[in-house]
């Protein structure tokens, strides 16, 4: 079985790179400074961004080739698994990682608000690809983060060190929305595999097996995280996952209950409602009548 390194502080993530800690609660780490490290399994208690610069010959975006050649960023969140194989070969790796506990945001607003970077909990397969132009935004980022470490730590150290990686943050949300626009074609595919997979799963007796169809289901049958999937269904539709999958039960049920021969309870048990009730609540809630008030101005 495969060793797992965990890696909870600063310091520990430091040491396995051999380069030193300047401050206990965040490190920047220029990879082509520090010796080879052929694989890493490891899960960490802390944020980490890894900017990797890597032809796009040498992996692929699902099924696709990467179109940006001159970065890839990947995000890793507290409690998550990241891994690293070379094949066994001494790759010299270039690029930047930032790494912070998650205790420097206490007291801060980004601690309040670093749920709201969905990028963290994105597969590694969904990593941040830049263009030329955004990777040196990027980079001087990593640099101007870097130089606040270096500085002796003082009453401002902590104000401007979180300062600069909420903005290093919202670049790169910024950067994730353009990358939804200039995959379109890879996301309408998505979306037609949506709409595929609800209509096949209201074509079966999924919903009397499985329940309702939520987010994270679709999600892995799509083979997409949940956040990553729920972003791009937003950013293409304007609507969330669980809104559309709402809407799709609906249009179901607005079918199904014109077939006098089902009872509603029965419409409910068949699309995947555990009580009848929550079937009314729903329907009542998106079309302003109950099931029943509906079928009988049907």
């Not at 890839?72 to 990241?82: D, E, K, M, S, W």
Request: proline share 3%; hydrophobic share 35%.
């Amino acid at each position: 079985m495969e060793n797992v390194t965990r890696i909870d502080t600063v310091r520990k993530y430091n040491d396995l790179m051999n380069t030193e800690t300047l401050h206990p609660l965040v490190s920047v780490v220029k990879f082509n400074e520090v010796p080879i490290v052929v694989n890493l399994k490891a899960q960490f208690g802390l944020y980490s961004v890894f900017l990797k610069d890597i032809k796009c010959g040498d992996l692929t975006y699902g099924c696709k080739p990467y179109d940006y050649e001159d970065g890839t960023l990947v995000f890793v969140a507290p409690g998550q698994v990241y891994r690293s194989d070379s094949g066994g070969k001494e790759i010299i790796p270039t690029g930047y990682s930032l790494t912070f506990h998650p205790d420097l945001l206490k007291g801060t607003t980004l601690d309040k608000s670093i749920k709201n970077y969905n990028f963290f909990n994105y597969e590694v397969n969904e990593a941040l690809h830049l263009s030329k132009k955004e990777r040196q935004t990027l980079v001087e980022s990593f640099q101007k983060i870097a130089e606040e470490i270096e500085h002796k730590i003082d009453k401002h150290t902590k104000t401007l060190i979180v300062s600069n990686i909420e903005l290093f943050l919202n670049y790169c949300m910024r950067y994730y929305e353009r990358q939804f626009v200039t995959r379109s074609n890879i996301n309408q595919d998505v979306l037609i595999k949506f709409e595929q997979l609800l209509s096949d799963y209201f074509n079966s007796d999924k919903g009397q097996t499985l329940g309702l169809p939520s987010v994270t289901w679709c999600a892995e049958q799509i083979h997409l995280s949940p956040n990553y999937f729920g972003d791009l269904i937003k950013k293409e539709t304007g609507s969330t996952a669980l809104d559309y999958i709402q809407r799709k039960i609906i249009e179901e049920a607005k079918t199904r209950i014109l077939d006098s021969s089902k009872t509603i309870n029965d419409v409910a048990n068949e699309l995947g409602f555990k009580y009848q009730q929550h079937f009314t609540r729903l329907f009542k809630q998106r079309t302003g009548f109950t099931p029943s008030e509906y079928r009988k101005l049907n």
